[in-house]
């Protein structure tokens, strides 16, 4: 490749001035960088660039057949569904994304959101901020019943590097850990079918992708299975649960909580089910989980290799 021009079209995500894209840049002749780009920028912004680096934005054939330079992609994330990899593929276009960056971190704050649903964090802060505790006439409150995580039981779905980290977390509770079967996927015999795992837990973790097989995965009847005090914890992807159904099922008291890190369209509209001020027993992060320095400047750091090896002829990472 005579020249290395790449172009970053949606860094805001990613850096927030915390990061050091040294390792980054050193790997091309020009790192042009943009907080966002609107879609109608995409075309212009890319023009003479041999790389695209993108976190969101969506590259698709019409982009590419505008952009002839584009020899590689660069996705600062997992997930892909954002690029037309057939397309990519067919123009002779490589595409690259990064892998396994915030295992530490998502693994960690699907314990908190599991630690603050049993504890009632949330409602214990509120209630001291409304002043509950000064007016006790008792040393501590205990209005809202907190629940032991020794002895009880964690369902995990998608028992991959993430689901794994987060079962050894749990175990280091003294939880008994469960894995279950996904749909669209083979059948494992030490894995449980989704109608015999819901019954039997406490809680429910889910770190698989999403795709037309797992859409709706937790749905009205998958809730109903759950006991009536049974968590259930997203921080995979928001389409994977109902979020009316989640919804209704906590507004009935059906569910001891809930707690996600995603919605099924992000940023949400405010008419979100989940978003709703009577929702009770819910806790909603703003897909912040993978966000620790560490783990972007990870993600930094594989996007170096990836280009590296690129440019090696021996591309690594390549999911097209």
Known sequence: ???????????APLDQGDLDLTPLQSVFDEL??????????IVERLQG?????????????????????LRLILVAATGVNNIDLAAARQRGISVCNCQAYGTATVAQHTLMLLLALATRLPDYQGAVARGRWQESGQFCLLDFPIVELAGKTLGVLGHGELGGAVARLAE???????????????????RLDLDELLPQVDALTLHCPLSEQTRNLIGERELQLMKPSAFLINTARGGLVDEQAL???LRRGHLGG?????????PPSSDNPLLAPDVPRLIVTPHSAWGSREARQRIVGQMTENASAFFAGQP?????
């Open 1 to 11: 490749m005579p020249n290395r021009r790449a172009v970053f079209l949606d860094l």
């Open 32 to 41: 042009t960088c943009h907080a966002q780009t609107d879609d109608a920028q």
């Open 49 to 69: 660039a041999q790389i695209a680096i993108v976190n969101k934005i969506a590259l698709d054939d019409a982009v590419f057949g505008a952009c002839p330079d």
């Open 172 to 190: 280091a509770f003294g939880m008994r850990v469960l894995t279950g079967n996904l749909p669209g996927r083979p059948a494992r015999p030490e």
């Open 247 to 249: 919804a209704s099922a």
């Open 258 to 266: 809930a707690a996600t890190d995603v919605l099924t369209s992000e």
């Open 316 to 320: 690594c990472r390549q999911v097209n």
